[in-house]
């Protein structure tokens, strides 16, 4: 679409590896709802300030469907697109959306993912002990960041330890950067069909986990009993991996705030949720599509419009987190962050993240007190064009 | 201070739990909020509003 309105584009060009794009402060402060061309060319709004942010993503006017066909409006996105496969909730509105939400909350609870904390906690040492029986230095990410929740889900999923190696092949492909879209979408299908036979042995001979529990609950479709698998594995896996790896990096270049950490271990769980904060990996924000016509600081935001509510830029709004947003502080009081999202899609597996973070976290610095970055931090690569943002590879050593 | 909840607007993201155990917890079954305490002592305020501020679903209502 040519419309001089949409000559801004969203900025993707970080001046430091663990700060968004400096534009947003100047958008929060003098355009925060702004017509832009993002990334991948679609036009829309994006909106940067806290409140705004929060106020989009509870407000049912706007969609989780992607771009509804036939609105009609000049800044509409044209290309319609096919409503999301089954299971697939994340795209989805109330109270389509309810129907699984519901269905899964009960296994995601505070509590349950805290009874799963020792699981997790064997997981890493394993994982740990691996990692330290190589020479290093040894790749971060291959060795434990991208394990570590594979595993995790594995165990959450049920899926036997006689094709975890597998299971972990297929969902590696899947989130490959330089697979090409055919070895992706063949290991998409393969997981899609794992998971399929998988929720029909269960249905057979239930065991403790969450696809046994969905599939007794009688309310999903074998379609959409995958569909759900598959969703768990890709919003869990490439997240958490890559919320592990950049947490590392970014504690290990910074000698204070990883001294502080390392002195008083109690200071974890406020750790992680700065550093979730600070690092917002769901770095180009999320996407949501009017349903009608809205007004937002004055502008009219014309229904089918695509509008992206930037967590990055919102996690640092000065407005709302006032004692310096830009700076890392792992006794930072809590505040409530955007990381996870907000309103009703807000991450279903929060708790689960947390408990893997922490126990991910507290296990490496524990294992290894002299863990360091093996290259200088600008050789580190980063995943700058990815939509979650971390590193490909973080080379180690101790 | 009392407390409203709408457990049909609640997404089970645990949040209120994990900012005052003592006055929200979760059902098993679904995730849902249970009210523990529906008119805690006044000290609890300010972890109540942080329940509140925090629910992204906006099922909490404190009412002063
Ligand atoms: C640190 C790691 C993680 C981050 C930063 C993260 C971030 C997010 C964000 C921002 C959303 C909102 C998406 C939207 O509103 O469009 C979301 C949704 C979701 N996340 Fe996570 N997530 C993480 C870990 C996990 C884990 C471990 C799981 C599960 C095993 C998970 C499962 C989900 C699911 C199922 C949704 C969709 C919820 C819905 O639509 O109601 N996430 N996540
Ligand atoms: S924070 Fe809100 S949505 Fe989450 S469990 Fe509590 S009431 Fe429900």
Redesign the interface.
Known sequence: MTNTQHTRTQPTVRTCPFDPPEEYRTLREQAPVTPMTLPDGATGWLVTRYEDVRAVLSDPRFSAKRTIPGAGSPEMNDAPVPPPPPGMFILMDAPEHTRFRRLLTGQFTVRRMRQLAPAVEKIVAEQLEAMASAEGPVDLVQAFALPVPSLVICELLGVPYADREEFQRNSATFLRLDASPEESQQAQTAMRGYIHQLALAKRENPTDDILSELVQSGELTDEELAGVGVLLLIAGHETTANMIALSTMCLLRDPEQLGALRADPSLMDSAIEELLRYLTIIQFGLRRTALEDVELHGHQIKEGSLVVASLASGNRDAAHFTDAPERLDVGRPFSPHLAFGHGIHQCLGQQLARVEMKAALSGLLDRFPTLRLAVPVEQVPMRDNMLVYGVHELPVTW | MKILIDEGKC?????C??AAADVF????????VILLDAVPPHELLPQVQ?AA??C???AIEVVE
Do not use: F, H, M, N
């Not at chain 2, 997404?11 to 949040?15: D, E, L, R």
């Not at chain 2, 917890?25 to 849902?32: S, Y």
């Open positions: 997404v089970g993201a645990g949040q739990v994990l917890d979760q059902r098993d079954e679904d995730g849902i942080d501020a925090r992204p679903a906006l």
